[in-house]
């Protein structure tokens, strides 16, 4: 007997379960929009151009701190620094090749145009059309070779 019988049957109440279900609704997951994209960018591109310039100063204090003390220690976190630094402008480069490749992306989706011509007109002026066609080629060719 589980607890809920026990208490009921304590209290002298009924006890009865109700099932309730529930029904799960699925959203399609959005796709970022461009803009999203950009701001994104904008901001990781800013944060890691400040990043960078802070370390060029905090490189540069550290550096004069090295030399004044000639302590080991100085000169590893000098290291490191630059260390940090170089990555930071590894990182930049990579953010900026990435968004190059999504714009290719986006802009290799737009560049299939189908273009269709429509001929409206009776047979026999199209037959009159096409053997001007070829007469005005013949002429061309003719003159192309005697240059």
Do not use: W
């Not at 004069?64 to 100085?74: H, L, T």
């Not at 290291?79 to 480069?93: C, E, F, M, R």
């Amino acid at each position: 007997m589980n607890p809920e019988e026990r208490i009921s049957k304590i209290l002298d109440v009924e006890y009865t379960v109700e099932k309730q279900e529930q029904e799960i609704i699925e959203k399609p997951v959005k796709e970022e929009s461009r803009d999203h994209v950009d701001s994104d960018y904008d901001l990781v591109r800013k944060n890691l151009k400040n990043l960078i310039k802070q370390s060029e100063a905090a490189i540069e204090g550290i550096l004069d701190v090295a030399s004044e003390s000639e302590s080991p220690r100085a000169y590893e976190v000098v290291s490191q620094l630059i260390h940090s630094s170089l990555d930071a402008n590894g990182k930049l480069l990579e953010i900026h090749k990435k968004m190059k490749d999504l714009k290719k992306e986006d802009d290799s989706k737009v560049t299939s145009i189908t273009n269709n011509s429509l001929y409206v007109g009776s047979t026999a002026e199209l037959q009159k059309f096409l053997l001007e066609r070829r007469k005005q080629q013949a002429l061309e060719d003719k003159n192309a070779t005697k240059e």
